[in-house]
């Protein structure tokens, strides 16, 4: 595992993770039709693309995406997560599937918002908001199933410049293989540590996998319980970590636009 500490000349500037009745700095919009999730002042050049987990939107998810856009003194984003399901999220209830009730309703909203779902979305997505914003230097952020689609959006032609993805969903070696952009992976203890050692072995770009051997999967989005003390900790720690990885990288998006 590649160790990013002092990567970056910005140290993190996050404020206190507050665990509960957590009070958004951003707002929703509605760009191209869609809810938007924007954060981060509007005159930054740099933006980050988070696509959530399949619960949707979640003080916890909603609370990092306005942590990445101020935690970089030196790198300002604004940062935009889109209602990938409109509306319509998998109920947390049904997670983890233990009973046969649980089983058929998660696996039955699946069926119609697979991974795909989120790769055929995108690009529009982006186009919208770069209407509506003007161009952005893109970083991309993937929780559960949106880290897939990060995956699948990482190859060639990838409209982002640096990407990460935590606790993600169907993890393959075959995708890493095909990611032409820095890359980091936070896993949990609930990752199949095979399937991240493949993807790991398999990236051929710069990359930062690291196993949070506490954490269950989802701790940096809907499922963190921000109110047991160690979960906040590696909930600042990820977030620390992501802040950092992009402010190594994004700047290369910058110059290769010039």
Known sequence: MESINGHSKACCNIPPVVSKSYELKGNYETIGG??????????????????YDIFGYYEQTLQGADI???ADPEHAYQVFMPDFFEGNPADLAWY??????QKTALFGWFATRGPALGVEKAPKILADIEA???KKTWAALGFCWGGKVI?????????????????PAFISGEDAAKITIPMCMLAS???????????????????????F??????WMSARADLEDETVKKEYLRGYETLSRWFGKHIDAGKKANL
């Open 213 to 218: 051997g506490t954490q269950i999967h989802g």
């Open 96 to 101: 983890p599937p233990t009973t046969e009730e």
């Open 151 to 167: 995956s699948l959006t990482s190859g060639p032609s990838t409209p982002w410049t640096v990407a990460a993805q935590c606790h």
């Open 68 to 70: 990445l856009a101020t």
């Open 34 to 51: 869609l809810k938007t999730y924007v954060s981060g002042p509007s005159t930054a050049t740099n933006a980050i693309f988070v696509i």
């Open 132 to 134: 509506a914003y003007g």
């Open 189 to 211: 203890k609930e990752e199949e540590a095979k399937d991240v050692k493949t993807f790991d072995e398999a990236l051929t770009v710069e990359k930062h996998v690291e196993t």
